[in-house]
T-cell receptor, first 110, second 111 residues
Framework: SQTIHQWPATLVQPVGSPLSLECTVEGTSNPNLYWYRQAAGRGLQLLFYSVGIGQISSEVPQNLSASRPQDRQFILSSKKLLLSDSGFYLC?????????FGSGTRLTVV | GENVEQHPSTLSVQEGDSAVIKCTYSDSASNYFPWYKQELGKGPQLIIDIRSNVGEKKDQRIAVTLNKTAKHFSLHITETQPEDSAVYFCAPDTGRRALTFGSGTRLQVQP
């Protein structure tokens, strides 16, 4: 079965600080990987997706970036956080038969 | 891209009643129709799905029905229980790109 590890679970960061969220996947090779963000009480906004190592597609222009240094590792980063970056960040992997989501990281920028 | 609309945005039912959530999509190439359940503070979890060659699928108390002509599919929950309280998302899939999720339906089951 597929398992997604996402950490940390919660994070409080000051405005202007850097960010690095990591996601690793078990149980499948060459997965499609996704980063979604969810504002409080809102839907899921696609940020980035990757179909392979080093291949990143960005859906929304912003101060966030993503990287995929290994087949089962997906990293979300920022050089300088904004207040508007606060939210619930979810990593997911998809095989064409639905997505499996990680447990999420709740980021609060103060 | 795919336009996905989900109704209602909130739904409150009494325990034991039925609940129905409808999802309308725009891309006729969509061929896979999943529903996800998100409990508070957790990631969404796939609860039921259907492919375009099937009109209805049932799994115990939950079912999904599909009308490809009208481009909508619905989630049906019967004999609702308090643990069904959550946010439900639809996400019609063309297989060509990342999923576009509906805006979500917050279901509250009153005991």
């Amino acid at each position: 079965s597929q398992t997604i590890h996402q950490w940390p679970a919660t994070l409080v960061q000051p405005v202007g600080s850097p960010l690095s969220l990591e996601c690793t996947v078990e149980g499948t090779s060459n997965p499609n990987l996704y980063w979604y963000r969810q504002a409080a009480g809102r839907g899921l906004q696609l940020l980035f997706y990757s179909v392979g190592i080093g291949q990143i597609s960005s859906e929304v222009p912003q101060n966030l970036s993503a990287s995929r240094p290994q087949d089962r590792q997906f990293i979300l980063s920022s050089k300088k956080l904004l207040l508007s970056d606060s939210g619930f960040y979810l990593c997911a992997q998809g095989t064409g038969l639905g997505y499996t989501f990680g447990s999420g990281t709740r980021l609060t920028v103060v | 891209g795919e336009n996905v609309e989900q109704h209602p945005s909130t739904l409150s039912v009494q325990e034991g009643d039925s609940a129905v959530i409808k999802c309308t999509y725009s891309d006729s190439a969509s061929n896979y129709f999943p529903w996800y359940k998100q409990e508070l503070g957790k990631g969404p979890q796939l609860i039921i799905d259907i492919r375009s060659n099937v009109g209805e699928k049932k799994d115990q108390r939950i079912a999904v029905t599909l009308n490809k002509t009208a481009k909508h599919f619905s989630l049906h929950i019967t004999e609702t229980q308090p643990e069904d309280s959550a946010v439900y998302f639809c996400a019609p899939d063309t297989g060509r790109r990342a999923l576009t999720f509906g805006s979500g339906t917050r279901l509250q089951v009153q005991p």
